[in-house]
């Protein structure tokens, strides 16, 4: 009787291998945000200077601020606005916030010779991350006898862009990127939500897009 050499893939190995093909697959996911912005004789872009501060004081002069300014900062800069030396000298003032909620559970139901399904039970609150409007609720989900049922957390994490001429304080944009994800990583969440918020920046003024951001290539 011959022996074959070759490796005997056990249930095991594939079930390993199958799992870490899924890995993969999760990691290559775009990432999708709603982008909703509002203008108001924003200048075009011809040598107006602008400054990047926090709108929300706790957050001014910290370093992770900081690194979240300078993302926004390239982008005014991309489309021909000029950095100013500092606030008190920039036409505009460019504010910016930024945070993700504490989460959500999302439930699957798999029933037993009907497949399977997502269960919608959860809604839209009010209390959100430093104050804001990103935070989920939910009410009691359909349970079914001799279903199996998953969970995992997701998060909504967002980015308020507002823009006010410095002379006498007129707000002339208004931008918000919100993002639902299995990541509550600002440091990851951030840079995708401003790429989107200036992703065919400004925008049609009082509409909301969804703007999809190709996953980083390893």
Not at 136 to 159: A, E, K, L, Q, R
């Amino acid at each position: 009787m011959q022996v074959s050499s070759k490796p005997r893939f056990t249930r095991a190995r594939l079930a390993v291998a199958a799992a870490l093909l899924l890995g993969l697959a999760a990691c290559a996911a775009p990432f999708r945000a709603d982008v909703s912005r509002f203008q108001s004789q924003l200048p075009a872009p011809s040598g107006q200077t602008f400054a990047v501060v926090a709108d929300d004081p706790h957050m001014a002069g910290g370093i992770e601020f900081g690194q979240y300014a300078e993302l926004v900062t390239q982008r005014m800069a991309a489309l021909g606005y000029r950095p100013a030396s500092g606030p008190e000298s920039a036409d505009m003032l460019v504010r910016l916030d930024y945070g993700v909620d504490k989460g959500r559970e999302r439930v699957r139901s798999t029933r037993g010779g009907y497949g399977s399904h997502w269960s919608p039970w959860y809604g839209y609150g009010r209390v959100g991350y430093r104050g804001g409007p990103w935070h989920y609720g939910w009410h009691d989900p359909f349970f079914d006898m001799g279903s199996s049922i998953d969970s995992y957390t997701v998060y909504t994490s967002g980015v308020d862009v507002k823009i006010d001429r410095r002379a006498d304080g007129e707000r002339l944009f208004e931008g918000k990127a919100e993002a639902v994800s299995r990541s509550n990583q600002l440091q990851n969440l951030v840079p995708n939500l401003v790429e989107a918020m200036f992703t065919n920046f400004p925008g049609n003024s009082g509409e909301t897009v969804r703007i999809t951001i190709a996953p980083e290539k390893k």
